[in-house]
């Protein structure tokens, strides 16, 4: 008892890490090839310490490999076919609200804030940053902008780390910086991108044994690997096939999804009625799902039909859909090359 309290103290007295060796690792980590590693270096170590998170190996290399696979290290990285995207998307908002070609052409033709017709400057985008601007002006200004788009601009990630914008917004709250309009516009500079992506990499509490289930987890959302992991053992305990990805509810109604109708089936080998099942899936978005009956009920029961020990994450079986993307994609397929850069990372 005495040992361990000393190693508790011990932890809980640890020197905090000198910021400039920090930043020197951070450096030291990075491929040569990167342009202004010292610029990226300031803005991680502030994306770490504001949220105060441990600046480990592992986390510092967890996080350069999502900005080097998302970006390779540009703070705007260029879209190759951003302008024909960009019009394709405007064309097909336009015919499911049945507005004629013609008006959009006549709304595009017009001046933009920046002088230039809505046109030119979306014949020009290279840049989601860029893009975005556009669409937060046509949406402004021009008489259909708010026909098509309302307050919604399309252009939804951005930044080094490719982060979620819907993200950035919701989690704004002790941002460091000031902020330059928007948080929206801040996700599409290196800082902000850097800090919003590393919120949400390393930003929740999760049991995971490796980072490979986190980077799965920034493509397809939190907890995507834990909860496709018990989706597979649900379907093994029910005999139902699932999709393992990672959705356990449905949120868009209060109906029951797929998901949670294989849980039902077990209800009354369970010990559990159709509430608490749905009060236990409505969990699935936090650490504490694994603390939950059903959580332990369900796993007990499939591995006892297995005859072995079931893993408590797999990489969840979702194909990656985007305008970006011209190939067949998937969330597995991004977690293991991230997981390859992070290992090289180490390695360095």
């Not at 995207?85 to 001046?111: Q, W």
């Not at 840049?127 to 556009?134: F, G």
Request: aromatic fraction near 8%; charged fraction near 25%; charge should be positive.
């Amino acid at each position: 008892m005495l040992l361990l309290a000393g190693c508790g103290t011990q932890r809980a007295l640890a020197p905090k890490p000198d910021p400039d060796e920090v930043r020197a690792q951070i450096v030291r980590l990075m491929p040569a090839s990167a342009s202004n590693r010292q610029g990226w270096a300031t803005d991680i170590y502030a994306a770490f310490e504001a949220q105060g998170l441990d600046p480990s190996k592992e986390n510092l290399c967890a996080v350069l490999a999502v900005a080097e696979q998302e970006s390779t290290y540009q703070a705007d990285p260029t879209v190759p076919g951003l302008a024909r995207i960009a019009r394709e998307e405007i064309n097909r908002r336009a015919a499911r609200l049945h507005v004629p070609g013609f008006l959009v052409s006549a709304a595009l033709g017009l001046t933009s804030p920046t002088g230039k017709t809505y046109a030119q400057r979306l014949n020009s985008v290279r840049t989601e940053r860029e893009l975005s601007a556009v669409f937060d002006d046509f949406i402004g200004m021009a008489p259909l902008g708010q026909q098509l788009f309302g307050n919604f601009n399309p252009v939804r990630t951005g930044g080094p780390m490719q982060v979620s914008i819907a993200f950035a917004e919701k989690n704004a709250r002790g941002y460091p910086y000031t902020v330059d309009g928007s948080i929206r516009r801040e996700v599409f500079t290196r800082r902000g991108g850097l800090y919003f992506g590393t919120a949400h990499l390393l930003g929740y509490p999760a049991s995971y044994t490796r980072s490979l289930y986190r980077f799965a987890d920034f493509n397809a959302g939190w907890y995507a690997s834990r909860n496709a992991a018990f989706q597979s053992a649900v379907s093994l305990a029910s005999g139902v096939d699932l999709a393992l990805d990672g959705d356990l509810i449905r949120y868009d109604t209060r109906e029951a999804g797929t998901t949670e109708r294989a849980v039902r089936q077990l209800g009354p080998r369970l010990g559990l009625s159709e509430r608490a099942i749905r009060q236990a899936l409505e969990e699935g978005d936090t650490l504490d799902f694994e603390e939950t009956e059903l959580y332990g009920q369900v796993y007990k029961l499939a591995e006892a039909k297995a005859g072995k020990a079931l893993p408590r994450a797999i990489l969840p079986g979702i194909t990656l859909k985007s305008p970006k993307i011209t190939r067949k994609l998937t969330t597995a397929w991004f977690a293991e090359r991230v997981d390859e850069r992070r290992r090289k990372c180490m390695l360095r």
